[in-house]
């Protein structure tokens, strides 16, 4: 990943003097493409995990075929994904691949806690205090997808995680895992998430300059600090403080290599975020926030998260006045209630639109938009609301990705573990491997992908 | 990190791909905590149609001193095992409390816009993440610059006599770590990392003078793993071969964080510094001293409605359609109410476990009236709370914000109540539900709930598991899923008729006053309250170690005839609140 953009801007930002060009904003639109400085520099590839909870209507997501392969056509039947048809040349549905990792009689955690640990890791909850949603479990216990992307990743941010409206117990809350039981937040504030990202904001550059001295000089001393604490301890203990130290190391890397390349949007006024009628106005917010991250190359890799798992989100804006999760029990045959969830999905898929509208809005240093270089991940905790099953998890894939798939297909498996389609993207991005999570769960690569 | 919680497992490690058989319930209940403590078993027969399967085990010991493989524990006060100490980072609570108490009042609203209301059984606790970890930082650089910029605040931090030199102003630094910054740390500085924390003040000095080093020092200190993590290294004084002594300043944080949820008090710390937290006596002194403060007396019930999930009743929905009624301000109402009746029972009650469960005093206003059939206009306008004594209420099982929260959207859950009474009273942990489990019953005109749950007895793969909650949980059938007192449901005259199985008590009983008259004289509910306060007190899950600890709180709570307002100074005692486990020697 040397030869990616923001690594180019970087060198080019020292040659402009250091610290000097840190304040350098580019003029409107916001959308204008993290340019690389130098002229042959490849585009970052991103990716994009995104998550929605309760399960899907599988006879209002997948295309009515039997076909193994088959072009995506998007007829009528697929009306949950009827929203991102302009895209359907760039995207993938796969039915049958399944989230087996969760499964098992010594796997902990409820039916609703195990989906969101093992979307992104393969793997499944720890033992843990957690019952909120019938548990008892902890936290996943390995490293997610998106982090494993991060790693790889030389940008201000490895990655950032969003969300709207994330309530509830622990684990519920979380997709993104930097290792066991170390979970990345889905922040779903975007007041908080905007000062994070343009801390700098509004700051004239003497101003930013001494800022940056004196955090430099508090991580220098944080780093001495924790490296003398550490050496007390051991086990778990040292284990949470190194933790601790290498995010301390990754703040350091944000303050040298972070740059206001993009102008600040104008956030409207504070509002709670955890009102449950702004829901679309908090994912409009967030939305806009994430891609405008990876448009100015804060960073390559992020999550969104639609609520937690379990979630209990009313929709009336668009006629379902009742509570997802509740409503996902619902018969079969109780036809409003599959009405609502068709809905509720719907909905959503109109926000991953939008998503990909910026991206592809966005044309980068090639002259390929934004999203031939992205890979958007759709996925969810459960494949169906009241059976809590974890088959046939509702899996869409968005973007070119690098050209690494062959985009445009509905493919149908035969009951294969998720954990083979997380190892064909981290090799899509680059990342040799043959396994990823569980690796009693992995049976290689996901067939007929490339 | 936290401690292994159970041992369920009843076969090796099952591969990933033959995992798709459905993971029944294998009717066994383990004691949470698994391997150790007075561990109540009970075990069903997995998949068996319809019969509530064999009960066995040890329910209803209180302390069996019966380690993970079942060797009889000797506690022997000489060489106590105090158990795991885990590294635990402040909770939000605490770090905004300790930031009141250190500076005054600094509005953090932009870096913790609202108080998150995690449980306080916080048993396992996350390594920091990037968004914590930029939490901090905005916190440290507004705190710090508030501090500065408070010619008081200062005075009372960092003073220096204005127009000093750089050397005397330097003096002035170094009087600071000597002297406020031992209340950041909770520990002095040793001279060792004096020179480090000079040479940052020197920096932010040599940037904008004096102030400005102050300032870049605090920044650093409450970004420290020192201020944000409760360090216990321990001393070098062992006691037996497996503990050693906290320093004074361990201790006074203990005391502090664990009475008072925030950093050791300007009396606490003078007595830290004298070695006046020595001895038994010395603890005993602080301890009357602190739970006589108004911040001691919350501690009970704080983790009373902890127990029952009051923090996150504000989160609870309800179906409009079925309960148009569920408002903000009811569910604010219920709060209040729980608390008062918390308040009162510590008060005027006795504060007995008894009294918890079976009181007949309850707190009504003009909200929470309809729930129990009151009049709210008989009740003063001002949402006052009045005390009346109700024939049908059995203390804590009968507050609405405990049966609001442990019921369903739009309806009650004798499943949720019966789990919460064995897990919670009786300290069982049942097993996870399986995958793929069959839809739930839809609410039929006419078919009362019990009905309902008639299937979970005739389906096999749902028999083991729920014979051990429904019949305890149908006899709240009295009560509705927002808590409202009720004789028919769904058109049916309630069967509020339950049963007790798997433990001390059993028997058949109906209606909630019933069931709260038997668990009060269930021993093995005195051992679990014992067990769940341990919890919320240390923070910690229990473990084997733990036993010896456990056995002498359990047995001061017993003395007191089960006084619920004994538990603070019970846990002080032990050695798991005392002493730590000596540090294994670091790899540097």
């Known amino acids: ?450 | 990190m936290s401690a292994p919680r159970r041992a369920l497992t009843r076969s090796p490690w099952a591969g990933c791909m033959i995992g798709l058989a459905v993971a029944g319930c294998t009717g066994v209940v383990s004691s949470p905590g698994g391997q150790n403590t007075g561990g109540a078993s009970v075990t069903g027969s997995a998949g068996s149609t319809g019969a509530t399967g064999a009960t066995s085990g040890s329910a209803g010991s209180t302390m069996t001193s019966t380690g993970a493989a079942g060797a009889a524990t000797t506690c022997n006060a000489a060489a106590p095992d105090p158990g795991d100490a885990p590294l635990t980072r402040l909770t939000q609570g605490q770090y905004l409390n300790t930031i009141n108490d250190l500076f005054g009042k600094i509005d953090l609203t932009s870096v913790y816009p609202a108080t998150s209301a995690a449980s306080q059984f916080g048993l396992a606790q996350a390594d920091v993440d990037g968004a914590d970890l930029t939490n901090y930082e905005r916190a440290a650089e507004a705190v710090s610059a508030a501090v500065v910029a408070n010619t008081s605040t200062m005075a009372q931090v960092a003073p220096c006599a204005a127009g000093a030199t750089t050397a005397a102003a330097r003096t002035c630094a170094s009087q600071f770590l000597q002297g406020f910054a031992t209340r950041i740390y909770r520990a002095p500085i040793a001279a060792a990392d004096m020179d480090r924390h000079l040479a940052l003040y020197d920096a932010g000095a040599a940037n904008g003078g004096y102030t400005h080093g102050i300032q870049l020092l605090l920044e650093a200190m409450l970004q420290s793993s020192r201020f944000l993590y409760r360090v216990e290294l321990g001393t070098a004084t062992a006691v037996g071969p497996t503990a050693v002594k906290l320093s004074d300043y361990e201790l006074a944080s203990r005391l502090s964080y664990g009475l008072w949820n925030t950093t050791p008090d300007v009396t606490l710390n003078t007595a830290a510094a004298a070695g006046k937290l020595e001895t038994s006596a010395d603890v005993s002194a602080q301890l009357q001293r602190m739970l006589q403060d108004p911040r001691g007396a919350t501690m009970v019930p704080q983790f009373l409605g902890s127990w029952i999930a009051l923090p996150q009743l504000a989160g609870v929905a309800k179906d409009s359609a079925t309960y148009p009624q569920w408002t903000p301000a009811l569910q604010t109402a219920m709060v209040t109410q729980a608390q008062s009746f918390f308040t009162d029972l510590l008060a005027n009650q006795g504060g007995t476990l008894k009294a918890l469960l079976t009181s007949k005093t309850v707190f009504t206003n003009n909200a929470t009236a309809a729930l129990s059939g009151a009049s709210a206009s008989a009740l003063p306008s001002d949402g006052s709370f009045q005390s009346s004594q109700n024939p049908n209420a059995a203390g804590l099982l009968t507050l609405p914000a405990f049966l609001a929260t442990q019921a369903k959207a739009d309806q009650s859950s004798p499943i949720y109540r019966g789990k919460f009474v064995r897990e919670q009273f009786f300290c069982q942990e049942l097993p996870s539900p399986p995958a793929n489990i069959p839809p739930a019953p839809v609410i039929t005109p006419g078919v009362s709930t019990r009905e309902r749950l008639t299937e979970h007895e005739v389906a096999a793969s749902c028999a083991a598991c729920h014979a051990l909650m429904d019949p305890i949980g149908l006899g709240f059938e009295n009560y509705d899923g927002i808590g409202a007192y009720r004789t028919v449901d769904n058109g049916k005259p309630v069967d509020a008729s339950g049963m007790l199985a798997g433990t001390d008590v059993d028997g058949t009983f109906t209606g909630v006053a019933q069931l709260g008259a038997l668990i009060a004289n269930s021993a093995t509910a005195e051992s679990c309250v014992g067990t769940q306060w341990f919890r919320y007190a240390m923070g910690r899950a229990e473990q084997v170690a733990d036993t010896c600890s456990l056995q002498q709180m359990k047995t001061t709570f017993h003395a007191s005839g089960a006084d619920l307002r004994t538990l603070p100074a019970a846990i002080v005692q032990t050695p798991a609140f005392m002493y730590r486990r000596p540090l294994a020697q670091g790899s540097n």
């Open chain 1, 1 to 450: 990943m040397s030869d990616t953009d923001s690594r180019t801007k970087f060198t080019r930002r020292r040659l402009l003097g250091g610290l000097g060009a840190m304040t350098v904003a580019l003029t409107a639109p916001i959308w204008k493409p993290a340019t690389s400085f130098g002229a042959a520099a490849k585009p970052a590839k991103r990716f994009i995990g995104v998550f929605s909870a309760n399960g899907t209507i599988g006879s209002a997501f997948f295309p009515n075929t039997t076909a193994a392969d088959s072009p995506l056509t998007l007829g009528p039947e697929c009306r949950i994904l009827a929203p991102l048809a302009a895209y359907k040349s760039q995207m993938l549905v796969l039915h049958g691949v399944d989230m087996t990792s969760t499964i098992g009689a010594n796997k902990p955690g409820g039916p609703h806690m195990k989906g969101p640990g093992a979307m992104l890791t393969g793997g499944s909850l720890l033992p843990g205090p957690f019952t909120g949603s019938e548990g008892p479990a902890g936290y996943a216990d390995r490293i997610s997808l998106d982090q494993v992307i991060a790693n790889t990743q030389k940008t201000q941010f490895p990655s950032l995680e969003f969300g709207v409206r994330m309530q509830g117990q622990e684990p519920l809350k979380y997709i993104s895992y930097r290792g066991a039981s170390m979970p990345n937040a889905a922040v779903d504030d975007p007041w908080q998430i905007f000062s994070r990202i343009f801390a700098n904001a509004g700051m004239s550059q003497a101003q930013l300059q001494k800022t940056i001295a004196d955090r430099k000089s508090v991580l220098d001393f944080l780093k001495d600090d924790i490296t003398r604490l550490e050496s007390r301890f051991t086990g778990a203990d040292r284990a949470r403080l190194d933790a601790h130290l290498t995010g301390i190391q990754d703040i350091e890397t944000q303050l040298a290599t972070g740059a206001a390349t993009c102008t600040a949007p104008t956030l409207p006024a504070r509002t709670d975020p955890e009102d449950m009628d702004s829901f679309p106005m908090m994912a409009s917010l967030q939305i806009n926030l994430m891609t405008l991250a990876l448009t100015c190359g804060m960073t390559n890799v992020a999550t969104f998260m639609f609520a937690n798992a379990d979630s209990w989100q009313w929709y009336p804006w668009i006629g379902v006045n009742e509570e997802h999760h509740a409503t996902s029990h619902a018969d079969d045959t109780d036809m409003a209630a599959q009405e609502a969830l068709t809905q509720i999905n719907i909905w959503t898929a109109q926000q991953i639109t939008t998503m990909l509208d910026k991206l592809a809005a966005v044309t980068d240093s090639d002259g390929s938009t934004m999203l031939d270089n992205s890979l958007l991940l759709w996925g969810n905790e459960l494949g169906k609301g009241n059976t809590h099953t974890y088959q046939n998890i509702p899996w869409m894939l968005a973007g070119g990705g690098g050209g690494q798939f062959r985009m445009g297909r509905f493919l149908q498996y035969p009951s294969v573990p998720h954990n083979n389609m997380l190892l064909s993207i981290q090799n899509a991005f680059g990342i040799p491997g043959t396994t990823f999570g569980d690796p009693t769960c992995c049976t290689g690569p996901l067939s007929n992908l490339t």
